[in-house]
């Protein structure tokens, strides 16, 4: 039987598998130190599209098509999708999946959204609601830059804070069929708000969400950060990391060797000038997708702890004086033999 | 067991409980034909706050606030919260909620979600992953007129065909506790685009997507529209609904009895001015709370199907030349002995 352990933790029965996984980014990423992992690298940014949004769209297309190519799967196979963006109203998703004809669950988790998908599809594999869902997310540097900050062309200046949202996304089939890689546990966030109002430093916002998610993680199954391979935030950046592991300290959990994080690895920050690093939902999907799952696929690695960490803010919240609280979800990934 | 029924259909080895529900509105759905059956009506649609964005937030707050208290609940009970909103990322819910301190799944189903949060809220405490969660939903019509059409001082007149948005929240506690009502079975839609393009008509826009998920649930059970007390759409309005009915006829099935709307029952459309009807998440979730379910806990009703409707528009898609597609998720609710 599927375990409720604390307040926030789910162990399942059994443990969902990760079917296949697909991803697809931008030239940025492609020309980042991640780039030979990638699945498909655009050409140019507007993959075919007028609009950067239409361009968004095409990439959780792209992402979920690749998926079920790789897995030999038609749409049909799939029973219902678990998808969001960063997108006022979600529309890169609603576009970019409504020719599949799959039940949908529209989500918004701001950047952690790759995290509640995964949750929520691993939930109702292991719930005997579904053999076969897709989990996925992206987002887009333009369509973010233009609905957070401003239009590309005003060619604004960004402080050393700020993060360089991804573009990019992943897919990713969960089911009961057999892979090496499984799903065996969640931790469900809930919702940090130290008082940040800087949009610019997100990294600061979110790291108390990840902090509290990861210590209640490590204290509901009674592990150590040592039991896991790697620890993964989703993209709290340089500014970001740095906070968590102070915060992480304080509750006596030393994470400096096994923290990494998606916003870290996926440019070379120096020569690319991405700031404090990647964000976006579309960050963690396809760093996760592309970079660490091959690792665990391979039985490299046994466990990892997948943390994509989300800023909930609007360009309304933010106007209007509000602070920049966080949220982040825990996902356990393993190896299965 | 939990039986996975056609595509997308679900029906649960052991019901959900609605627990206890609770509701709130503003002052014209207060005015309107419905005032008797609500929890709360505000004195004026700030509700004491400065922002139109946190009077919908206190919304929120106040709705589940109550719905816990009918249930001689405290926060911590509730293991996690299914809500969403139409703000752009969400921010009515994640200020409405954050000082409860729960677990929080996000989600934007425009105003289907209700549907949306009660389905994934009665698959999760089905599933065993929590003996009582949350489901509920909020909208503005100040902070909606200002995201998605002028800003109130700017005054604009209004095309026949366009919906008014509710102000107004509700929360709904679903659980394994024995109440008099419950949810049985669920049928998720898929997205439905027909192509309309005026965002000032989104009944035209919702309705095809209301007719399939009906027809695909009235097929999936083997059922006819009496057997339903009645079938209950969120917010098609006086042209949605037309449409639906005709649409539907051509499936073979006559609901003109057995249908209702929540956005024509909440309103006295000819003496408010309120145009096709009521609108927005909180529509179909505070005329659910307040006007439907208490027929059912009382048995006048056996069973209705609750079909929350939602338009996939964001301003920045329509003023892009995109489509609005609609999806619609029904949820069955029953009276139980």
């Not at 897995?71 to 678990?82: I, S, T, W």
């Not at 669950?105 to 076969?132: H, I, K, N």
Request: some cysteine; charged content about 20%; proline content about 3%.
């Amino acid at each position: 039987m599927n375990r409720q352990i604390g307040k926030q933790s789910l162990q399942f029965a059994e443990a969902p598998f990760i079917i296949s996984t697909a991803n697809i980014v931008g030239t940025k990423e492609g020309d980042g130190p991640l780039k030979d992992c990638f699945d498909v690298i655009g050409e140019d940014d507007k993959f075919g599209q007028n609009t950067w949004e239409e361009a968004e769209s095409t990439l959780q297309k792209e992402a979920l098509t690749m998926a079920l190519g790789k897995a030999g799967k038609k749409a049909e196979d799939v029973r219902y999708l678990f998808s969001g963006d960063l997108l006022g109203q979600n529309i890169a998703t609603s576009f970019g999946l409504m020719d599949f004809k799959i039940p949908l669950f529209g989500l918004y988790g701001a950047c952690s959204t790759c995290g509640e998908a995964l949750s929520l599809g691993a939930m109702c594999v292991a719930g005997d609601y579904a053999d076969c869902v897709a989990a996925m997310t992206s987002s887009h540097f333009a369509s973010a830059e233009k609905q957070f900050r401003f239009p590309l062309e005003y060619a604004n200046q960004r402080p050393k804070s700020a993060t360089w949202t991804v573009t990019g996304s992943a897919a990713f089939l969960l089911g009961k069929e057999k892979s090496s890689v499984r799903i065996p546990e969640i931790t469900t966030g809930i919702i940090e708000d130290y008082g940040i109002k800087d949009s610019m430093n997100m990294g600061a916002a979110m790291a108390p969400a990840a902090c509290a998610v990861i210590s209640r993680h490590l204290k509901d199954f009674n592990r150590k950060p040592k039991d896991y391979d790697k620890i993964i935030t989703g993209d709290l950046g340089t500014v970001g990391r740095e906070i968590l592991i102070e915060l992480l300290r304080k509750e006596g959990y030393d994470v400096g060797n096994v923290h990494t994080d998606c916003g870290i690895e996926i440019y070379d920050s120096e020569r690319q000038g991405t700031g404090a690093g990647g964000s976006g939902c579309g960050c963690s999907a396809v760093t996760l997708s592309g970079h660490f799952l091959p690792k665990l696929i391979n039985g490299e690695w046994k466990r990892i702890l997948f943390v994509p960490t989300g800023a909930l803010l609007s360009t309304v919240s933010f106007n209007e004086g509000m602070t920049v609280p966080g949220i982040a979800h825990a996902v356990v990934i393993e190896h299965a033999e």
